[in-house]
């Protein structure tokens, strides 16, 4: 098989040297690609604090395959497994429900680093970037809905100093990791029905960002970020954050990332379009790569045009140093190991797609104003054997080639999934 894989990559890199392209840089390139993985997806966004609470604040994990994630050390191993099944070294994102602290009861806005020194330990001897996200959902004081935009003063002040905690937890991520950890604000604030007052909550929410924000925390250890959301269920007709909101308050800062998820807009809208405006007005931009269906922004990540002019845009725009690529979905309805894996493996094929591309070839038809050309060359790049080439990568980064990832995901669930109640 291997033998098989050699000789198509050989046949491929001649094809490819054809049109000026250098596959040998583009695996090299490839594996300096770090994804952040969300822990969310391998427990349906349950975490430990309170594992059996509901999911609030419009967002929804359907389906009900067995062998999730019951504790942190179950989680660890389930990632350690779509870890080895995903060719490169990537980050993981955490959620603040995802603390272990024990038998004690400690309240969100009293987290604090040493909650998560097992997942420290582990992402050191794993070589993982760590990321990180309050959590300003599933909780009573988000029940009404509002949390960091919320009328009542109290509420307001928790969600906030849950927010700087989460920001000093992340800063103690980075220290321990040298690689600065990336800590998204997100939050549900929306009402289900026309508001009377629609600038008030920003008006609360820039007021409660500006608090955050204003505790000084190193930027080598610790990055901040935004995310916006068009609607969530029970928020269908406004929420605070939306996006127009965050890229004013980003582009207006300069010290504050971007967040785009995938899913968080019209379904016709496409962050793809996004990155290079946003790029031209903020530090940096942060991806939660998902696939929205209809109502849910949240299906696992397949090879889509959109994900590939995602990657695109990053790559030939020369953006990879300015966005953080994250994966943001949750399926409960399939293997939850396999959802990691193939959503991951979609983004880094996309990646290689991107980086098999004669840009400046295609740039020149362009600045000659020869679009025929430029649509010609497009669609025959899609009938190049980019498969070998991300077989040939798979070799190299000594993880299953092609679908014979499923048959370890398989094997885990006889052996260890399949025991979970
Ligand atoms: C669980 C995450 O915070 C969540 O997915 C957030 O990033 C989001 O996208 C909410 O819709
Ligand atoms: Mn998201």
Redo the contacts with the bound molecule.
């Keep these: 098989m291997s033998r098989l894989i050699q000789d198509a990559y050989t046949l491929a890199k001649e094809r490819y040297a054809g049109l000026g392209v250098d596959t040998d840089q583009a695996l090299a390139t490839l594996d300096q690609i770090s994804l952040s993985l ?1 822990c ?1 997806q391998g427990d349906d ?1 349950a975490g430990f604090e309170n594992p059996d609470a509901e999911l609030s ?3 929804a994990a359907t389906g009900n395959y067995s062998g999730k994630a019951r504790n942190a050390d179950e989680l660890r191993r389930d990632l350690d497994l779509a870890y080895r099944l995903i060719p490169g070294t990537h980050r993981l994102n955490l ?1 603040a429900i995802y603390a272990e602290t024990g038998d004690q009861k400690i309240v969100r806005n009293e987290l604090q680093p040493e909650h998560f020194a097992s997942w420290i330990d582990w992402a050191k001897a794993n070589h993982h970037g760590l990321d990180f ?1 309050p ?1 300003c ?1 599933s909780h009573p004081l988000s029940a009404s809905g509002f949390t960091l935009s919320s009328p009542d003063p109290a509420i307001r002040q928790f969600w906030i100093d849950h927010c700087i905690g989460c920001r000093q937890i992340g800063a103690s991520f980075g220290r321990a990791l040298d690689t600065p950890c990336v800590t ?1 604000i ?1 939050i ?1 604030d929306g009402f289900k029905d026309t508001p009377a007052d629609r600038a008030a909550p920003r008006r609360r929410l820039k007021e409660s960002l500006d608090q955050i924000l204003a505790v000084p925390i190193d930027r080598q250890y610790n990055l901040d970020a935004v ?1 916006s ?1 068009l609607f ?1 269920l029970g928020a269908e007709s406004y929420t605070a954050g939306s996006h127009e909101f965050y890229l004013g308050y980003t582009a207006s800062r300069n010290d504050v990332l971007l ?1 785009l ?1 995938a ?2 807009f019209h379904p016709t809208e496409m962050i793809s379009d996004k990155i290079s405006a946003a790029l031209l007005f903020v530090p940096a931009v942060v991806l ?1 790569i ?1 696939r929205p269906v209809r109502w849910d ?2 299906h696992v990540v397949t090879l889509t045009d959109e994900v590939q002019a995602i990657l695109h845009e990053i790559i030939a725009g020369g953006n990879l140093d300015r966005v953080h690529i994250g994966l ?1 979905f ?1 399926d409960a309805s399939i293997n939850r190991i396999a959802a990691w894996v193939i959503g991951a493996r979609n983004v880094m094929r996309a990646a290689l797609l991107a980086l098999l591309e004669p840009t400046d070839r295609l740039r020149s038809f362009e600045t000659a104003g020869d679009y025929t050309a430029r649509l010609a060359f497009q669609e025959e790049l899609k009938g190049m054997p980019w498969a070998a080439v991300w077989d040939q990568f798979c070799v190299q980064q000594e993880v299953p080639i092609g679908i014979r990832f499923l048959d370890e995901v398989k094997q885990y669930e006889t052996r260890e999934l399949s025991k979970r109640a």
């Design positions: 969300h969310w966004v604040g419009g967002i959620h996200n959590t959902f998204n997100w549900p995310e959301k969530g967040c998820d899913g968080h939660h998902s922004s949240d943001d949750f």
